[in-house]
């Protein structure tokens, strides 16, 4: 008998941990933090206490409470009983989004994490590029307590894996899928008398939305028994694609006449390579803090058709750290080879030459609208998704106050990283599975409503289905 367990994932978007038992294997799809959740009881000034390991995370529901899986040094650091050897036998990874990968740092370095090759670079980056926080351990980690810095961290184990490949008694498959962040794939699993799909993230609106259909007519082929299915916009049906973003950016920043903003999530190189072309077709340069310099550059190594970033069309934009002074010792160690680069400018180049830049910068960079000193016909380019939930309705009303002091225009283009509903119930449809379970949406009951031929079967977090 294969058994399903939701641990995260259902009613909610993001949190995805679905542990699929067969016989004498135990492999988790994604083990992914709900941020939603998380929000109830933390924010930016109330943290999980990193001196109390895992205690807040469990204590809170933000981690569930199995035993056998975690970190020996968590685990006795919080004084609880710990295992010889883990029970899981793998954490298969759909993509780099925190939402699916986050708690992994939680995980005992025994476990073995199979994910592409793409998606263990962009973590190694995030990881490389970021403090070192106890919930973003992904890639490695330090013990705790931490008593010597000079320590090394531990390694998890990502095996390479390509196509088909073997976890223990289970075959697993990844499968490309576009999505919002390179790397991602759907997954599907061959138990001892099931198959069992999963989504992960996915669209087919995107510039590599014919991965997504590949993966639709693999599994069409297949024919699996339970497919999870992603529906976090299965409510909407709008389809803007990355050609409609760049016509509209093009649209507005050709008719600009000072700076020009743009806020994209920096782990999307697709929208990075739109930006990029509508500077060049504007006549402009795109202006990247040295954080996407970095990822751009290790990036190109698997995404050859990536801009390389000495490239005539790119500077580099060094901003105020520590000192003031822009002395080289005020920047990480990974940031200092930008600094003597030819293309490397600063805010006073940037603010003579604002009808010839994109800077991309976002929310969290506000403050360096002070140094850049817009003028008159600016615009801000917001290109993530809009706001949805109180806090993001806040933040967004505090960005308008700061575009507002500067006079400057706000315009929002995006194309999401996320199927609609009208995609959804066709990708369902041609698929035909047994059985689908509504997976990464707040909106469950909507698959019931549109999805007619399929048996579907709602889940809840801490229960468990048997095939």
């Not at 990247?288 to 310099?293: G, Q, R, V």
């Amino acid at each position: 008998m294969v058994i399903i367990k939701f641990f995260g994932g259902v009613n909610q978007i993001g949190g995805n941990k679905f542990l699929i038992e067969d016989k004498d294997t135990s492999i988790f799809l994604d083990f992914g933090m709900n941020f939603t959740e998380k929000s109830k009881y933390f924010e930016e000034f109330i943290r999980p206490r990193a001196a109390n390991g895992i205690v807040d995370f469990l204590e809170m529901g933000l981690l569930p409470d199995i035993k056998g899986i975690y970190r020996h040094d968590l685990l006795e650091f919080a004084g609880m009983e710990k295992h010889p050897e883990p029970i899981i036998d793998g954490i298969i990874l759909s993509h780099a989004h925190l939402d699916h990968s986050s708690c992994i740092s939680f995980i005992d370095e025994k476990v073995p994490i199979f994910t592409s090759e793409i998606t263990k670079l962009v973590l190694k980056i995030m990881q490389e590029t970021s403090q070192r926080n106890i919930e973003d351990e992904i890639v490695n980690f330090k013990e705790r307590p931490i008593t010597d810095k000079r320590k090394k961290p531990i390694e998890r184990n990502f095996p390479k894996v390509n196509g088909k490949f073997k976890v223990n008694g289970l075959e697993v498959e990844l499968v490309p899928v576009d999505h919002s962040v390179p790397g991602a794939c759907g997954i599907i699993v061959y138990t001892s008398d099931k198959i069992i799909a999963y989504s992960g993230d996915l669209r087919m609106h995107g510039t590599q939305g014919y991965l997504t259909k590949e993966f639709v007519e693999r599994l069409k082929e297949i024919k699996p028994d339970v497919f999870l299915c992603e529906g976090t916009r299965i409510d909407e049906n709008e389809r803007t694609s990355e050609a409609d973003v760049k016509t509209n950016c093009i649209n507005v920043v050709s008719k600009s006449k000072g700076l020009v903003i743009a806020d994209f999530a920096w782990k999307d190189t697709t929208r990075f390579k739109t930006f990029f072309e509508v500077a060049k077709e504007t006549n402009r340069k795109l202006a990247i803090p040295f954080k996407d310099a970095y990822y751009i550059k290790a990036m190109r190594e698997v995404i050859p058709d990536l801009p390389k970033i000495d490239d005539e069309n790119i500077l580099l934009y060094q901003d105020k750290k520590g000192s003031g002074t822009y002395s080289k010792s005020d920047y990480q160690v990974w940031e200092r080879e930008f600094i003597d680069m030819e293309n490397t400018v600063k805010a006073d180049y940037i603010n003579k030459h604002q009808d010839e830049i994109i800077i991309a910068i976002g929310y969290y960079d506000l403050p360096e609208l002070i140094d850049l000193k817009p003028r008159t016909g600016s615009i801000y380019i917001k290109s993530t998704s809009e706001a949805l939930n109180e806090e993001e309705i806040f933040d967004l009303n505090r960005l308008h106050n700061w575009l507002n002091h500067f006079g400057i225009q706000y315009y929002h283009f995006h194309a999401s990283g996320h199927a609609p509903g009208i995609d959804i119930v066709e990708m369902v449809n041609e698929i035909n599975p047994k059985i689908l379970i509504p997976i990464h949406t707040d909106k469950a009951e909507m698959f019931n409503r549109l999805v007619r031929k399929v048996n579907i079967v709602r889940a809840e977090v801490g229960k468990e289905i048997s095939l």
